[in-house]
């Protein structure tokens, strides 16, 4: 039995699917999970990642566990008694999605300080583990939902800065087979897109997969600031807006890793624009 935390995210729903595509028995789990949210014969058990004691019934009877970093939510986290909860349940082998911020932003709070602890606990625990590092997500790209359909808008900062965005379908297949396959426990992958991409040109992709030119406005730092403000901590936001804005060559590095374990290339920005069209339709 696999357990995949974060099941109904960006990346924890492919993964779900890829999972029961290959045959495997899966209990998806987060904190407002319904058995609609997940292919038919998935067990579904509400959990809070900062509730230990929510996710026992989760891993009992487990012996694989897909561990989410909690997101903006990880200082909230206490990954050891996470672990040893997922131990006492029979998990033997844990798959680990934290951020290639861990990496190239060591002094930032969000990723040297809470992240690093993350991934410290899962290396030191007593399981098999991987550590997946992906970098931006194409799926970011859903904050522009709301002005691109009322406007045909796409409003960014830094519009001519670059940077190797992942699918996070990508990002699920290889958690799919560092889940179901050995040869991957001690390893780290950083997981990005085939090429940089800059947010001016993924406007061009979403109006090419709508058939419709959309319009890109640049925003200040100050004013990407104040949107990010809304749903992010204020470090996080800055360390966000730096990467955006002055991202280091490891940021904008096309890793192999994603290839290297799928035996493909990942997916552009303009495959998953084309996937996810309606949302911005």
Excluded: C
Aim: hydrophobic fraction near 40%; proline fraction near 6%.
């Amino acid at each position: 039995m696999i357990v995949v935390t974060g099941a109904t995210g960006n990346v924890g729903r492919a993964l779900v699917a890829a999972l029961v595509a290959a045959g495997e028995q899966v209990t998806a789990t987060s904190r407002g999970i319904t058995d609609g949210d997940v292919p038919s014969g998935v067990r579904t058990r509400r959990g809070d990642l900062a509730d230990v004691d929510s996710l026992r019934p989760v891993f009992d009877g487990a012996d694989t566990l897909f561990l989410q970093n909690g997101g903006p939510s990880a200082h909230l986290l206490s990954p050891n008694d996470i672990l040893d909860a997922a131990k006492t349940g029979g998990v033997k082998r844990v798959v680990l999605l934290s951020s290639q911020g861990i990496a190239t932003r060591p002094q930032s709070a969000s990723h040297g300080g809470t992240g690093r602890s993350i991934e410290d606990a899962v290396r030191q625990g007593g399981l098999d583990w991987t550590i997946l590092r992906p970098g931006g997500f194409a799926s970011n790209a859903y904050a522009w939902v709301e002005s691109v359909r009322a406007e045909r808008t796409v409003a960014a900062p830094f519009g001519d800065v670059g940077l190797p965005t992942i699918d996070p379908s990508d990002i699920a297949d290889v958690a799919a087979v560092t889940l179901r396959e050995d040869g991957h426990a001690g390893q780290i992958y950083e997981l990005t897109g085939p090429a940089l991409i800059t947010p001016r040109q993924q406007a061009e992709a979403i109006g090419a997969a709508l058939g419709e030119p959309i319009r890109f406005v640049e925003l200040s730092r100050d004013e990407a600031r104040g949107q990010l403000l809304r749903f992010m901590p204020e470090p996080v936001a800055e360390t966000t807006l730096d990467i955006l804005g002055n991202p280091t060559p490891a940021e904008q590095r096309v890793s192999p890793d994603v290839e290297g374990v799928l035996g493909r290339t990942a997916r552009t920005f303009a495959d998953w624009a084309a996937r996810n069209v309606a949302a911005f339709a």
